[in-house]
């Protein structure tokens, strides 16, 4: 997961009481569009243990570039597969590079 | 980092312009109490490649159990290494299992 040629998306989602499956669902219709972009190499869904965490579910995927994530993002497949749904959970993704590592 | 046997910490924290360095300063005053606590076993500092994103700082931290994490926190010395900062740097720890991987 933490190869020196990748940056690694991280992506906490806000998911209103009763959505969570919604909100499952919809990170997959936009997964399914993500992983055959180019530099595209993995992603892992989190799900909050407990009810009531302020991000119920957190992506973190990792990818070639931070170039590779917005050409893919910027694809007509795409935008078409995160039009439904991008209102109902607000969520926050940015590209980040690891600066500290225990142990 | 993905043993069946853990649970994830994940901790995005706010960070105001221009504190980028005392908030991983702040990170790192926790950690160095956190990481000789039972049940520990990695933590994974992320900072945002481009500046202006929502969470500048993300950590991902592998755990035992939940009940390993929440004792740590507990303690005495965690509480006096967390209170500087905690107010200057909000942030929103869960725990998380994982529920969907690609590949």
């Not at 055959?36 to 869904?45: N, V, Y």
């Not at 992506?59 to 497949?77: G, K, M, P, Y």
């Amino acid at each position: 997961m933490l190869d020196i040629m990748s940056v690694t998306l991280i992506n906490p989602f806000e998911v209103p009481p009763g959505r969570e499956e919604d909100a499952v669902a919809y990170w997959e219709r936009c997964a399914d569009v993500l992983r055959r972009q180019p530099g595209f190499i993995s992603a892992h869904l989190h799900r909050a243990i407990m009810p009531g965490a302020r991000f119920a579910l957190v992506n973190v995927a990792e990818w070639e570039s931070a170039e590779h994530f917005q050409s893919a993002v910027s694809t007509s497949e795409f935008q078409a597969a995160a039009t439904t749904g991008a209102s109902d959970f607000p969520h926050f993704p940015a590209m980040y590079d690891l600066v500290r590592t225990i142990p």
